[in-house]
């Protein structure tokens, strides 16, 4: 006999021969352990088969098709209704050569087909074949199980960069202003990024005085790439004393330290603003942002802000010119990533002035949270969201 090439992992593989034949059933494990398998369970019948597979867990069985009490056949289709073994390699070997049984066999589950007299050295090498596919397969199923595990952490990780509830709480009492908030990846990971800052002020100031200081990044990209961005910009931003910064001084700080950190041809876009209550104005710059959108009690559509800006990571030297919207008590801020206007219509994309009108649609909803979901389900209605998407509503108390 031809020496077969190594297998690796081939002697700790498990074969379950099936065969009501007792010699049929030595002469099977005789070739096996010629071939290096020597994990070997034998069976008498179909019942006895399925009755062993929770015990033995093969790697393979062998299978004879005609039997007493529980033939191949319907062993077969017993087996694939069993989740825990829909996947497992049946080679059956049987003296039945015609099509209609072949086609039987496969309809009924099986994986391989091999005719009697057995052929030593073409059954060795379908056995090795099968054995060395369900072990790649397997090594690909903990592949995958441990990457999404790993992927799962890191967007848990990447939602608690965003403010939590709590904190959003804590804002809306000291500030006046309430935010509710969606963010949703395109893949496990995105390139989003949302934040605010509060500083309170001079001790005794009442509700909605003191500076709140929003900002609202998205990154070229998507996945883990455009995540890891997210992190660094945290990092960054976690160290900036922004009390005494003005919108545009932010961006232009930030931009800064982007463009030491991201590879050629990575960017981010970015929108920071101030909430200006004695003022009753937003006041904000942008680095290539999407345009906000801001309305009061009483109005029949949304105002739509300049966005324009260099974005973030692109020249060190960038300066951001700083625009101001109207923002009284009652009025609201609508904030949100390209995800919500790039949406496909027709022959072009939703854009700013068609997301105006869906908004304009739900400017009566007072909760902030069905606003939100409300819009999200007509966006989804006119068609795919390929993009992160983030979506931010600011309410000025009144």
């Known amino acids: 006999m031809n020496k077969l090439p190594e297998v690796p992992g081939l002697e700790t593989a498990r074969v379950l021969v099936v065969d009501d034949n007792r010699v049929n059933r030595h002469l099977l494990q005789a070739l096996l352990e010629r071939g290096g398998v020597t994990r070997i369970e034998m069976a008498e019948d179909g019942n006895d088969a399925l009755a062993r597979l929770d015990a033995f867990r093969p790697d393979l069985i062998l299978l004879d098709l005609m039997m007493p009490n529980l033939d191949g056949f319907e062993m077969c289709r017993r087996l694939r209704a069993l989740p825990a073994w829909k996947d497992l390699p049946v080679l059956v070997q049987s003296s039945l050569n015609r099509a209609e049984d072949r086609a039987k066999a496969f309809a009924a589950g099986a994986t391989d087909y091999v005719t009697k007299p057995i052929n030593a050295v073409e059954l060795l090498a379908r056995v090795r074949i099968h054995l060395q596919n369900r072990a790649l397969l397997h090594d690909l199923q903990c592949f995958r199980e441990r990457t999404e595990s790993e992927l799962s952490l890191a967007r848990k990780m990447q939602e608690r960069l ?236 009144g």
């Not at 961006?251 to 909430?275: D, E, I, K």
């Not at 009061?296 to 739509?304: K, N, Q, R, T, V």
């Not at 072009?348 to 908004?359: F, K, Q, R």
């Open 162 to 397: 965003m403010p939590s509830p709590e904190r959003l709480a804590e804002v809306e009492a000291a500030a006046g202003v309430g935010i509710a908030a969606h963010f949703a990846p395109s893949s496990e990971l995105g390139g989003d990024f949302w934040d605010l800052r509060h500083n309170a002020g001079e001790r005794g100031q009442g509700q909605g005085q003191g500076r709140t200081m929003l900002y609202m990044v998205d990154f070229s990209g998507h996945g883990v790439g455009a995540a890891l961005n997210t992190f660094r910009l945290h990092a960054i931003c976690q160290q900036m004393d922004m009390s005494g910064l003005t919108p545009g001084a932010l961006l232009s700080t930030v931009n800064r330290r982007l463009c030491a950190l991201l590879p050629n041809g990575q960017f981010a876009t970015m929108l920071a603003g101030v909430v200006e209550p004695a003022e009753n104005r937003f006041v904000y710059a942008s680095a290539g942002s999407t345009r906000p959108m801001v309305w009061a009690p009483g109005d029949a559509e949304p105002l739509l802000g300049d966005s324009a800006g260099l974005p973030l990571g692109l020249l060190a030297s960038a300066e951001y010119e700083e625009r101001s919207l109207p923002l009284p008590p009652g009025g609201r801020l609508f904030l949100y990533s390209d995800g919500a206007i790039e949406i496909p219509v027709g022959n072009d994309v939703l854009d700013e002035p068609g997301l105006a009108a869906l908004v304009a649609e739900r400017m009566d909803e007072t909760d902030g949270d069905r606003f939100l979901d409300g819009l999200l389900d007509r966006l989804r209605a006119i068609g795919p969201i390929d993009d992160d998407l983030t979506a931010l509503l600011l309410t000025r108390k």
